[in-house]
């Protein structure tokens, strides 16, 4: 998928599960809504084949779209109406669509009142694109970072709604850049860098590390340049250093019962003054940070 | 077993969806203040103003200036609403990303396109009928094959303007839309041969057949004032329609 000559989804192969909930996870740009978009039939893939529910989103697109619920990033309605007018237009598009009362019980829409849509907050927004995307009683969504601009309780009744739709059957793919968001909804996490996948797999698998430690180390001083390197030839020859900040150091490699000592003597022997030292496993934010040397919010 | 969100998807029927999308631009289309504004207030007060004005003015015309004048506001009526009123509406509607919320909903775009369309005529039937009445009030004596006669008119003219609107509305910017509508809107309104004849125009008079406004105008005073189906100006009209049907479908961007 080009946009002129920058590439946005490179060679991207991805599958997913029936009754899943399918995580896209990357930084901003890493293509996660021209990969969501292409999906949708609203981008014409240069090259490659995409299929939908065994449909192609471009051809086959009058069949597939009733069966699909779509949330945009941004906007999605008359600048002029109200967000319970707006999702019953969408609801009378379909044969047999949800309650509107209850999804805008669920996601608390009644506070959006007699406002027009284009002075409606970032969440309500994002609220009101959420039911509309589920009000059709889809088979599949695809939700493009439901949950950015949402207010920590809105977020929670977001969650609660994603996982009950898993629950009666419906597939989910979405897009985050929140790690905490994959972590505690996703079956299956695709990491996409660059438009290209870097890593897949379940929380569980992509964090865990049989026989690796995930070591966190944050002084009080600036590490002096070397240490990256000098603390790798401490441990040992597996051992991956990646510095996080100034202050802070992340390591990755075979451990055992010695390697909190070893760290804790290298930093005597720096005469760095250690703030904090965790032992424990890695986030999908440490796995990002492996795989790609950045983090994954600026 | 089945939960409340167990899928059970589909379309609803086409002709439902269609009613859905029209009651909806329908009412969008007259809620808001401005668009009242250009669809009623404006012509009511062209009307208005234009009898009297006639009274102290040489427009050179033909006939009655009521005669002459209301279908002449009828033609301004299917204008603004057709055009002007289409363009900034859909211009707002990519600006929100309106378009592309639809384009991903069961709706076809020929349901779309169809209740936009419904939408118009039914905004000009309720345009036709105040500014009617009003004309009648000021002695207003049309010919009365022109209420038969007005409705290919108004549908070909609403086919041109409709073309040129959506162009417009699909190629700038929404805050460009809603100036380049309003522009060429005043512009044809002081200029176009809309309210006026083509004969208060001295010599532009014959070019201004040319324009869309113009030929709408003829079309429409043709029919009210000699119950006479105008062909030239309907076939002038149809041009329009096709060239601003392809201009749209070729250049409208839905983001």
Known sequence: MRYDDKVAVDGLTLTVERGSITAVLGPNGAG???????????????????????????????????????????????????AVEMLRHIAALHSSPLPVEMLVERLGLGDCGRTPYRRLSG????????????????????????????????RRTTWELLQELKADGVTIVLTTHYMDEAERLADQVHVIDHGRLIASGSPFELTRAKGHATIRLVVTEPFPPDAPLSLARTLGPD???????????????????????????????????????????????????????????? | MSGTFTPAPGAAPL????????????????????QLLLAVVIPVIALVGGVIASRHLDFSLAHRPVDVLTPGVFALAIMSTSFTSLAIATGFERRYGLLKRLGASPLP???????????LLFVEVLQL?????????????????????VIPVALVGTAAFAGL?????GTLRAEATLAAANLIYLLLMAGGAVVLPRSSYGGFGAALRLLPSGALGDALRSAFLDGRLDLVPMLVL??????????????FKWE
Request: charged share 20%; hydrophobic share 45%.
């Open chain 2, 15 to 34: 002709v439902s969806q269609v009613r859905t999308q029209t009651s909806m631009e329908a009412r969008l289309l007259l809620r808001n203040g401005e």
């Open chain 2, 109 to 119: 775009r020929i349901g779309l396109l169809a209740g936009k369309v419904l939408a």
């Open chain 2, 129 to 149: 009928i105040v500014i009617g009445g009003v004309g009648l009030a000021l002695g207003w004596e049309p010919d009365a094959l022109g209420f038969l006669l």
């Open chain 2, 238 to 251: 149809i041009v329009w329609a096709v060239g601003g049907a392809w201009l749209a479908a070729r250049y």
């Open chain 1, 239 to 298: 051992t991956e250093v990646i510095t996080v900040n100034d202050y802070s150091l992340l390591i990755t490699g075979p451990a055992d019962h010695s390697t909190l000592a070893k760290v804790s003597a290298w930093c005597e022997e720096q005469g760095v003054l250690p703030e904090s030292l965790s032992l424990g496993q890695r986030t999908l934010e440490d796995v990002f940070l492996q795989l790609t040397g950045r983090e994954l919010l600026p």
């Open chain 2, 165 to 169: 609107g959506l162009f417009v509305a």
């Open chain 1, 32 to 82: 996660k809504t021209t990969t969501l978009e292409t999906c949708e039939g609203f981008r014409k893939p240069q090259s490659g084949e995409v299929r939908v529910l065994g449909l192609d989103p471009i051809t086959q697109r009058h069949d597939l779209l009733p069966r699909i619920g779509v949330m945009l990033q941004s906007g999605g309605a008359w600048s002029g109406v109200t």
């Open chain 1, 123 to 154: 969440g309500q927004q994002q609220r009101l694109g959420l039911a509309m995307a589920v009000v059709g009683r889809p088979e599949l969504v695809f939700v493009d970072e439901p949950t950015a601009g949402m207010d920590p309780a809105a």
